[in-house]
């Protein structure tokens, strides 16, 4: 057991280096959030989000919804390093090591959800630095912080099993474009559901980016705690259930080497 923990902690290693060694990497993560949170927040400083909360800038509200969608945009690239330890031979060495599958894939998303963790933090920081004001109720920030871990997760795994199906960095690419507009566009990252028409409100119920958000959101700026049924546990079933898919897409890789 102690010996899987520690290639765990190997390839959660590897992981961390070959990040650190690619800086624009994450300066363009931090970048484009402040772009966003630059332009938007400014742009629509007269905006007024009917929310539970009085005297609320816009500002304030996109503050954790761009947090999390820092967490998307960079768990939907996570598959883009599956890719090219394929293409390096890397991957198929290791899978063809009496070492896990479950290991391997465990190591590397482990790795990858830490860092969007600590990546959505500084985004706060960069909020907050930009005028943003936040009233965290520490009560209620672990569960916060779990929803952030569950999602973060889910489309690191998601994003994981595309790229061992795919085996392509054109098909990462397309993936990539398709989902993270769309699911950030029908969220509640940067307008209230209460605001939205109907149908995008319906829609925006489904989505898990809002699970992740209103969590967050609730957190940091309502006195809320996330809720268990509504929130936690589909944001956990949905992360088992594309772990499952990404396992199985480890396990075919191996077959084919």
């Not at 209230?192 to 409100?201: I, K, N, S, V």
Request: glycine content about 6%; hydrophobic content about 55%.
């Amino acid at each position: 057991m102690s010996v899987g923990w520690d290639i765990v902690w190997l390839v959660a290693r590897r992981t961390w280096l070959k990040t650190l060694r690619r800086p624009v990497t994450l300066s363009f993560s931090l970048v484009q959030p402040l772009i966003w949170m630059t332009f938007f927040g400014f742009l629509f400083a007269g905006f007024r989000p009917e929310v539970p909360l009085d005297g609320l800038t816009y500002l304030d509200f996109l503050a954790p919804g761009v947090s999390v969608m820092t967490i998307l945009f960079g768990a939907s690239q996570v598959g883009v390093g599956w890719i090219r330890d394929l293409q390096t031979g890397f991957l198929p060495r290791m899978l063809n090591t009496p070492v896990s599958s479950h290991v391997l894939l465990l190591g590397k998303v482990l790795a990858d959800v830490a860092r969007l963790m600590v990546q959505a933090l500084v985004v706060l920081l960069l909020a907050w630095m930009l005028g943003a004001r936040l009233a965290p109720t520490w009560s209620a920030v672990p569960a916060g912080v779990l929803c952030l871990t569950l999602f973060a997760t889910a489309f690191a795994c998601v994003s994981s099993a595309v790229a061992l199906k795919a085996r392509s960095q054109e098909a990462m690419a397309t993936f990539i474009h398709l989902i993270n507009m769309p699911l950030l566009f029908t969220s509640t990252a940067l307008v209230p559901e209460r605001q939205m028409p109907d149908w995008l409100a319906t829609v925006a119920t489904w989505n898990p980016l809002t699970l992740a958000v209103d969590a967050w959101r609730g957190a940091l700026l309502f006195d809320q705690a996330p809720s268990f049924g509504s929130q936690v546990l589909p944001l956990l079933v949905l992360t088992i259930v594309v772990y499952t898919l990404a396992a199985r897409s480890m396990r075919s890789v191996a077959k084919l080497y």
